[in-house]
Every structure is written in structure tokens, then in C-alpha cells.
């Protein structure tokens, strides 16, 4: 069982920047691929970015590309999410995820979840 805990979410100005860290506990990461995915209220759960632990190949979502950054620590056992540039529309709770598959951009393949951690953008 993959524990994944999130933390380093806040309250910032437009134009702002945030870490999140991701620790993950329970498994040996070498083959999996980490994301990050947000949920703003009334919307569907979206990707953000992912990487894949072993080779630390990452994809982004368009909308993020070019301000945020996904990295890992393998010493450490944790992901980051870096997040320039913050815009308003960046406000969403942020959940880290797990999965066991190839680099994805599918919710649904990731079998892990975090607890989510919020961030808001004021403009």
C-alpha cells in the first residue's frame, strides 16, 4: 500500500510562487510514475504534471507549461511540484498520485492518492 502525503499549499498573490511536496511511503518507486493532478470547486479532477520516478521523464498539461516544475528526491522519498507565475485559475485543491503504469496523463491509472492541499491565487 502506497502512503502518499501532501503539504506546502497556502493562500498567494497572482504572479506568486508555491512548493508542494509529495512524501511517499510503502513501496519501492522505481517503476512508477508520480503526478499531480487539481480539482477547483465544480470542476473534474485535471492533470497537472507527472514523472517517472526511474528516468525523471515529465509531462505537463498545457496550461502549466512553462511555470511549474515537477521534480523528486529519491534520498528522500518525495516529489515537488514548483509553481511560478501563479494565476488566479491555478486555485484548486492539489492531490498527489501514484501509479504503477507508464508515464500517464489518466486519472483513472493512478491507484494511489493523496489528501489534497489547497491553493489559492488571489488576483
Known amino acids: 500500500q502506497v502512503q502518499l502525503v501532501e503539504s506546502g499549499g497556502g493562500l498567494v498573490q497572482a504572479g506568486g510562487s508555491l512548493r508542494l511536496s509529495c512524501a511517499a511511503s510503502?513501496?519501492?518507486?522505481?517503476?512508477?510514475?508520480m503526478g499531480w493532478f487539481r480539482q477547483a470547486p465544480g470542476k473534474e479532477r485535471g492533470f497537472v504534471a507527472a514523472?517517472?520516478?526511474?528516468?525523471?521523464?515529465?509531462d505537463y498539461a498545457d496550461s502549466v507549461k512553462g511555470r511549474f516544475t515537477i521534480s523528486r528526491d529519491n534520498a528522500k522519498n518525495t516529489v515537488y511540484l514548483q509553481m511560478n507565475s501563479l494565476k488566479p485559475e491555478d486555485t484548486a485543491v492539489y492531490y498527489c498520485a501514484a501509479s504503477r503504469d507508464v508515464l500517464s496523463r489518466v486519472r483513472t491509472d493512478f491507484g494511489s492518492w493523496g489528501q489534497g492541499t489547497q491553493v489559492t491565487v488571489s488576483s
Open positions: 510503502g513501496r519501492t518507486f522505481s517503476r512508477y510514475t
Open positions: 514523472i517517472r520516478w526511474s528516468t525523471a521523464y515529465a
